[in-house]
Nanobody
């Protein structure tokens, strides 16, 4: 079992930036697909973006494109979510996810696709 652990969440003012990290307990080589999701109370998980293993092809949800970027460091087995121009609507619990199977970044949107999850990190944006 490979564990994922997010960090970097916290409180930030609107317009600010934040970078979340997600470190795996084992090599990223076991995964074929990576993603970030977020969730607000009473709602399901919303996909932020998905990254394919090879070529790091990434697709970011339309509403967040231009503000959110996903990157990956295979040497430290860490997935990142770089966020800028944050608004109060970005307040949520943020989760990283990974799966051993390969995926198409542009068509993968469901959280059920992913078998490995972090515990989440809270991001709160104040106006």
């Amino acid at each position: 079992q490979v564990d994922l652990k997010e960090s970097g969440g916290g409180s930030v003012q609107a317009g600010g930036s934040l970078t979340l990290s997600c470190r795996a307990s084992a090599s990223f080589s076991v995964f074929g697909c990576f993603a970030w999701f977020r969730q607000t109370p009473g709602n399901g998980r919303e996909v932020i973006g998905v990254m394919e293993k090879y070529g790091s092809i990434t697709h970011i949800t339309d509403s967040m494109r231009g503000r959110f970027i996903i990157s990956r460091d295979d040497f430290t087995n860490t997935l990142y979510l770089h966020m800028k121009n944050l608004t109060p609507e970005d307040t949520a619990m943020y989760f990283c996810a990974a799966d051993g199977g390969y995926c198409s970044a542009s068509t993968t949107k469901s959280d059920s696709r992913f078998g490995h999850w972090g515990q989440g990190t809270q991001v709160t944006v104040s106006s």
